[in-house]
């Protein structure tokens, strides 16, 4: 039985009470949870409300900690990758531009009806037949070459996303959404540096309020890996720890 007005409405809950004054009915609650029988069932009742609250708390706490695991140690590289590969001149014969076949195609077909009408008229410059000798089969995929003369070995550089219905779990908790910007498509991730933050913080490695008792087993865990699955093994090694 609850203390206080909450006492009085569980009795009057349980007991005939019609006409009786709220006094009458506390005085009475009171007198029935100071009966040593009844006093050890709340306090039983209240130690497992307690225990139930606690494994609450720490299993948000797990949550949260293994969430911003994740966002810390998850590689951006699963979001979105910069690759490096070769340029049009890297493998053309001689340095020469490389094409696609499609490609050296469709520009050779736009010749032939520029040049066509150009022939009707002979105004302006006479359109120049497209350069094939640099070959075909142009892959950016290819490697740059280092004795590229137009590169200087660097290659070309782009930006390729991932599917962003296809990305791991620690990868779903880094990303954020597209933003449209004036310049293209922009990714947004979640802030690695704050959930580095919020992991030390629920670790208490800050004397802060933020910290967490976690019975001094935070003393033995060291995040020295850049690997979430690792990260995440030491994290669960520290709440067995915490545990026993």
């Known amino acids: 039985m609850a203390k206080g007005s909450d006492g009085s409405k569980a009795y009057r809950a349980n007991y005939k009470t019609d006409g009786w004054s709220n006094e009458a009915v506390a005085q009475a609650a009171s007198r029935l949870r100071a009966h040593p029988h009844i006093s050890a069932t709340i306090a039983k009742m209240t130690v497992a ?3 139930v609250a606690s494994v609450e ?5 797990r949550k949260l900690l293994q969430t911003f695991i994740e966002i810390a140690f998850t590689d951006p590289n699963e979001l979105i990758s910069m690759r490096s590969g070769a340029c049009r001149h890297c493998w053309g014969i001689g340095g020469a531009f490389q094409w696609k076949e499609r490609e050296f195609a469709e520009a050779l077909a736009a010749w032939q009806r520029d040049h066509e009408r150009w022939s009707k008229t002979n105004k302006g410059e006479e359109p120049q037949c497209p350069d094939g000798s640099g070959g ?5 995929t290819a490697d740059a070459n280092t004795e ?3 590169c200087e070995g660097e290659g070309l550089q782009r930006y390729v996303p991932k599917d962003s219905t296809k990305l791991s779990p ?6 954020r959404g597209v933003q449209y910007t004036k310049e293209g498509p922009k990714i947004l991730f979640a802030d690695k540096d704050g959930a580095l933050d919020k992991i ?3 670790l208490g490695a800050y004397d802060d309020r933020l910290r967490v008792d976690m ?4 003393a033995n865990l060291h995040l020295t890996t850049n690997d979430p699955q690792e990260a995440a093994r030491a994290y669960e090694q520290m709440l067995t ?3 026993g």
């Open 136 to 140: 075909f089969g142009y892959r950016f």
């Open 170 to 175: 620690g990868a779903l908790h880094l990303y």
């Open 215 to 218: 019975k001094g087993a935070v």
């Open 49 to 51: 409300k307690q225990e």
């Open 148 to 150: 590229c003369v137009e």
């Open 241 to 243: 720890a915490a545990s």
């Open 57 to 61: 708390f720490d299993m948000t706490v």
């Open 200 to 202: 030390a913080r629920i």
